[in-house]
Every structure is written in C-alpha cells, then in structure tokens.
C-alpha cells in the first residue's frame, strides 16, 4: 500500500543528502584553489631555479629552490590553498636575503603540474619534497613551514617522519571545523591538526597573527592549548595586529631567533607587539 508519509520522508532525506552533498563540493572547491599557470619564476630572489621530484604514485612535481648558505638551515614550505610555490618564494623572500635556503613545494594540480589535490595525494607531494629537502640538506637542519591548508600538510608530515622543527602560521584545528556543518559528514579530506598535536615528538612552533580573518585566534588558542596540556616542546607567537599572511620580515626575525636559540647563541630581541607562549615542555 502507497504510504504518502514514507514518501515523503524519503524525498526529504534524499533533498537533505543531495543539498550536503553539493554543499561539500562546493566547500572542496574551495579547500583547493589552485593556480592554473606554470611557476612564475620572475622577480624571485637570486639563486632561484626550478625543481622536479617524483611522488611515490608516480606524479611528477615542480617546485622551486633558492640555494642558501652552508651555515643556514634549509626552509621546506607547504603554502596555503590559493597560493602557489612563486608567490611563497616572494612572501619568504627575507629568509634568502639571511642565507638560509629555500625550497617551496608545490603541490599535484598547482600551477601546471598534474594530478588533482586531495589529502592523501598532497602528503605524497610533501613525502616527495621532504626528501629532496633532506638530500639537499647536506646536514643542515630542515626547517619545516605550513602556512593554512599547507600546516595541515606540514602537520601530516611530521605524523610520518621526526622533523628538526615544525612552524605553522595560521593553521586551523581540523577542516571540518572550517566547513559549514550541512557539509562535514560528506568531506573526505580531514586535515585534523588538533589531533596531531599529541603525536608531536618535534618542536613545534605556531605563529598567528591576532588580525587574522580567515583562521580565527579561537583555534589557535585551542591548538595551543593542546601542546600545553600535553607539554609538547616549543612556543606559540602572537603577532599582534597581523593578518592571515604575517610579513615575511617578521617571520624572517622570528626564525632567526628560532635558528639562535637552538645553536646556542643570541639574538636581536623581537619587537614588543610580539608575544611569546611557551608550551612548557
């Protein structure tokens, strides 16, 4: 017998999925925003060339490096969702003009490299990067970098390998935090940075300016709050008026007080708007 009030249920239970369903792709599309041009390799800092490494699917990935100096750490960075390895060569451009090396990692799918972004295809991508990063090393310290999507990246890296240093800058909880709920249970990418808080077994640093508009000072209270509690080793930075992308010269003193600090020397102090938390590890 025909039950109207099944029916419906069931047109509104398929409505519902199908409105989430759209609702999650069109909050996937904009997780991933990738450049469509190849690398821009103009007004970079000297000693720029492009570099190709090879993810263990098989995805080949151009990224770029910028040579540093022998008594330098080496930067690895993983940039945000709508950047690119060129425009995070020109925001880092202050670490180069210091003499620390630089390596930006692109990602499948970004600027003209194969491939389509996804959480498990990008952790291939940093796999890829760190490697050639370690190889070039040449027993310098890796410096790891993630700015927004790209600290989830980071962060998934150091669930996989012991990293010198791990620094985020405005890195979220976990991506479902950053969707609308109608969209949560259809995302397959996680990204759960809070979660991989208590793995840590590296120091971990996390800068977040008190401006910022797209990551909110909440979550990185809530991140920070995790490493104290679990007294991982490291400190937070709260950069006091500085939006989603801090100036690259004050990421550059922070990194130099960073690279002091762990070779035991001294260095100039940061400005006063500059706040440091350390986890207590």
Known sequence: MHCPEAALLFAFILSVTVASSASAQIFRDRIYRPPTHRLDMTNLPTEADAIHVKAADGTDLTGIEVRGRSDRPLVLIFHGNGSGADDTTRWFAPLADRGY??????????????GTPSEAGLAQDADAFYAYAKAR????????IGHSLGGGVAFGLAMRQRLDALITIGVFTRLKAMAPKIARAFLADRYDNLAAVAALDEPWFLLHGTADDVV????ANELHNAAVRRRKSGASFALAGANHHPNGEL?????????AQSQGRTSMPLPPFVKTYPFGG
């Open 101 to 114: 090396g630089i390596i930006a990692a692109e990602y499948r799918g970004y600027s003209g490299n194969p």
């Open 137 to 144: 090393s040449q027993g310098r310290p890796v410096l790891v």
């Open 216 to 219: 909110s000072t909440a979550m």
């Open 251 to 259: 990421v550059a003193d922070i990194i130099d007080l960073l690279t």
